[in-house]
């Protein structure tokens, strides 16, 4: 992962960043600096990244644009800034987790390992893989841990 300290100075006191640029297909991303009367809240999903005369170039997709065909954009890597998303409102929502053996169980999410994440977002077999660990309660009551994913 690229990072880049950026300082800012505010009143008596420095305070340090790190920037995360995107290094990895499925990161969610948004602009460190927007133009002006761009959102800077526009989040974005990166579905490729490209090699480019030294320069790292990322296909970009707006998400919750309402549009049946959002958006999508190539952009310099470094304009942009992974971003942490929470987790919170995951939880009561009916999904499947990928358990550690492999099957798959559809259930009510209790728990989530983490507040916010850096979520990663992986195709595989029609299947939208996360990062995002969840605890999830089946039909009949049983408790499952696993990996969330989309089907």
């Known amino acids: ?29 948004k602009f ?3 133009l002006e009367g761009e959102n800077s809240e526009q989040l974005y999903v990166v579905l490729d990244l ?25 952009v310099k890597a470094s304009d942009l800034i992974i971003i942490p998303v929470s987790t919170a409102d995951l939880l009561g929502h009916i999904t499947f987790v990928i358990k550690e053996d492999g099957s798959k169980v559809l259930g009510k999410i209790l728990t989530v390992e ?14 939208v893989e996360t990062n995002v660990n969840v605890s999830i309660s089946d039909k009949e009551g049983t408790i499952h841990y ?3 994913v989309v089907i």
Not at 114 to 127: G, M, Q, T
């Open 114 to 127: 983490h507040n916010e994440v850096l979520p990663s977002l992986v195709l595989k077999d029609n299947i």
């Open 50 to 74: 490209y090699n480019s005369n030294n320069t790292q170039k990322a296909k970009i997709q707006a998400l919750n644009t309402g549009l049946p065909f959002p958006p999508i954009s190539m």
């Open 32 to 34: 460190h600096t927007p």
């Open 1 to 29: 992962m690229q990072y880049i300290a950026q300082w800012f100075f505010t009143g008596y006191f420095c305070i340090k960043y790190i920037i995360m640029t995107p290094i990895d297909k499925g990161q969610i991303v």
């Open 146 to 148: 696993g990996k969330l």
